[in-house]
């Protein structure tokens, strides 16, 4: 394989092509960093390669407009929420506010903007664990299956290592009339700890004010639908 010099000339659009001109001849990277000229790669290969090209770097694009599309979406409610607070005597503030809707004048579109709140476990979930393994223990003969069922789950960790949160909620929600399961769903909301938040912009629409609102997704999945 030929290496390129050190003062090969490359114009963007072969760059972006994935190729490289190397005194005249067209060259093709493979996988493992080697220069292969054009004419040895096959057709199929080279028209595959092509394809990925195009839809990624239109991806990309896509990506970048809404990374902007995003942005000013906060600028211009963050505006919006300013004019609001001096109109009643209030002061713009930074600090993160909570979710909010935001209605057109005819009733048929909608933006939300929700906080979702990231939490994390402190240590006192261990010794929650502890007491509902007593509890458990304790209850062999005649606990539901059920139960158990709920609190291997909400033990166990996802395929990130984290605690299903879910899985914990699903605990607290439980009404068992036991001091130990008492102290370990106290230990539980001890353990809970807001580490983050992030807010999320969405959209809705709807043809009449009495319709359902049906959301506007930016979900390639769910695109159109």
């Not at 899985?167 to 106290?186: N, P, T």
């Not at 959301?215 to 390639?220: E, F, R």
Request: with cysteine; proline share 4%; aromatic share 6%.
């Amino acid at each position: 394989m030929t290496k390129p010099d050190a003062g090969t000339e490359m114009t963007p659009r072969d760059a972006a092509a994935g190729r490289i001109i190397i005194e005249g001849e067209i060259y093709m990277r493979d996988g493992q960093g080697r220069l292969t000229p054009e004419a040895m790669v096959r057709p199929q290969d080279q028209l595959q390669d092509e394809l990925v090209r195009h839809v990624v770097n239109h991806a990309g694009e896509l990506s970048d407009r809404i990374a902007r599309f995003r942005g000013h979406c906060f600028d211009d409610i963050g505006a919006f929420d300013a004019l609001l607070e001096a109109e009643y005597g209030g002061h713009a503030r930074r600090s993160v506010k909570g979710n909010r809707t935001y209605l057109s004048f005819d009733g048929t579109l909608k933006v939300q903007v929700q906080i979702a709140e990231r939490v994390a476990f402190g240590p006192e979930l261990q010794v929650a664990r502890d007491l509902v393994d007593e509890c458990l223990s304790e209850w062999a003969q005649g606990s539901r299956a059920e139960i158990r069922a709920i609190v291997t789950h909400a033990f166990n960790v996802d395929k990130e290592g984290e605690i299903s949160r879910a899985g914990i909620y699903s605990l607290l929600r439980l009404d068992i009339a036991d001091a130990r399961w008492e102290q370990a769903m106290a230990a539980i909301r001890d353990a809970m700890r807001v580490v983050g938040s992030k807010t999320y912009i969405r959209c809705y629409r709807r043809p009449a004010p009495d319709a359902d609102w049906k959301p506007i997704t930016v979900d390639l999945a769910k695109a159109g639908t």
